[in-house]
């Protein structure tokens, strides 16, 4: 029997990995479970990602986090929306904005982030994982738990260094490496 699987994707800015899982997995079958990105979230009128939303016909909607007086009752508004969607793993995709216990522990959400945790936790993850002396570098998806880039490693990835490249090589080669393991590991939560 087809089964329904209804993402969402929380972004605040550039959007390529949001661009990257929805062209890889929206209202695709796989099996006997057909995909749907139902809904992308954004805390930032200005990311990117709503351009690409656009163009890829994806249903999305701006949450500022700076028009409410809390962290809960902004993270209700989105709650209520992932709620009705009936949302059954929330995707967070460079989403800036630290998620409280609460919201975690009512949905699934996975993470990527641009180092091999646990390793270079934090916001300059990129840079430092470029800066530092180590031969390889990479990227990881994981769960979403109550600490910062700290829940359960799901899958990981790594490229070897090389020599005199430039920050924004380095970038880019895990960058494409972040669009290549994400729906990867999304497709393994969601089809059996
Ligand atoms: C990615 O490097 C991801 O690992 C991190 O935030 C960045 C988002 O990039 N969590 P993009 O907006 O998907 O292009």
Redesign the pocket.
């Known amino acids: 029997m087809q089964k329904t699987k209804r993402v969402a994707i929380l ?1 605040s ?6 661009e990257a899982v929805a062209r890889k997995i929206d209202d695709k079958k796989f099996c006997d479970t057909h995909i749907k990105v139902e809904i992308a979230i954004s805390n930032n009128q200005n990311a990117y ?1 709503i351009k690409r939303c656009q163009d890829l016909d994806i249903k999305y909607r701006v949450i500022d986090h700076r028009d409410f007086k809390s962290r809960d009752e902004f993270e209700e508004v989105i709650l209520n929306l992932l709620e009705e969607s009936k949302i059954d793993l929330v995707v967070l ?2 989403f800036m904005r630290i998620l409280t216990p609460s919201f975690v522990s009512k949905f699934k959400c996975v ?4 180092s091999l945790l646990p390793l270079f936790k934090g916001a300059n993850a ?1 840079r430092e994982s470029f800066d530092s002396p180590m031969k390889v570098a990479g ?1 990881t998806v994981h769960k979403v738990s109550m600490e910062l880039d700290s829940g359960e490693i799901l899958s990981q990835k790594c490229i070897e260094k090389i020599e005199d490249e430039s920050f924004e090589e380095f970038s880019a080669r895990i ?1 494409a490496l ?1 669009h290549e393991l994400y729906y990867r590991t999304i497709l393994r939560l969601l089809v059996d």
């Open positions: 972004f800015g550039n959007g390529s990995n949001l990602g995709a460079g993470n990527i982030h641009p990129l990227v960058h972040e």
